[in-house]
């Protein structure tokens, strides 16, 4: 099997050390087996979405020493993700979803890895047609197709998928023809990607994203879920939280080889 990895930033803020060490990991996995290292810019964000920030991701990559192949950024697949969410409607796997961010936090009754779990509240009622909604996967239906998966991590090792921990998730936005789940699991069966590397912070997606591949058709890669660079205080590494942006530690005349230099040893150590 060819291996082929990808590093999939969104254009929203700058790239901080947290995406240096996600890049490196991808692009060594591939390199290290001789296959390929794919960049696909996923600028499907609306309004967070700054285009612009693509060019400089670019010169943060060069900067590290990485070399890459380009795939066509989100923004020119949204026929794709319109395509498979009608086949998933046509299922009778989707329903709308009008419930805001603060009426979902009222009406749960469990934390899941994500925050309060939906509880599926619009589920089976019918909702007013003239608000927003977004569409939402029915998993307990799609499991009755699909029957009980499995997932392979290169690092945790054979996974049975449980796509249901964090209630029915969100397949299309009510701003956008697709939700990160929907988007990044077609772009991924689209570009060949054969291993999927990318932080811990984002295994419990990979249950629906597991799931969204026996409904559509999709082969099914491996993943590898590395750890993610905390900050001094055990946090997750963050712009906001004073994790300078790459751009920045470039632009003041950083030795940007050195700094994948020092990422490497870190992942070596940390043995993920
Ligand atoms: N665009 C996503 C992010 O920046 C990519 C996540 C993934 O690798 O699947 O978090």
Redesign the pocket.
Known sequence: MEIVT?????P?GPLHLG?AF?AIV?HDRAREAGGRFLL?I?DIDGPRSRPELADTFRRDLEWLGLEWEEVPAQSTRLDSYEAAASRLRDKGLLYPCTCTRREIAAAATREGPEGPVYPGTCKGRTVDPTLPAALRLDVEKALALTGELRWYDEIAGEQRADPAAGGDPVIVRKDLPAS?HLA?TLD?AADGVTV????L??FA?THV?RLLQALLDLPVPRWHHHRLLLDEEGRKLSKRRGSPALSDRREAGEDGLMLARQLRLQHLQAGT
Do not use: I, K, Q
């Not at 999927?196 to 932080?199: Q, S």
């Open positions: 990808r590093f999939a930033p969104s929203n995406h996600a991808a696909r996923e990160y990044a991924d999927v590397t990318r932080g912070d984002l997606a994203h």
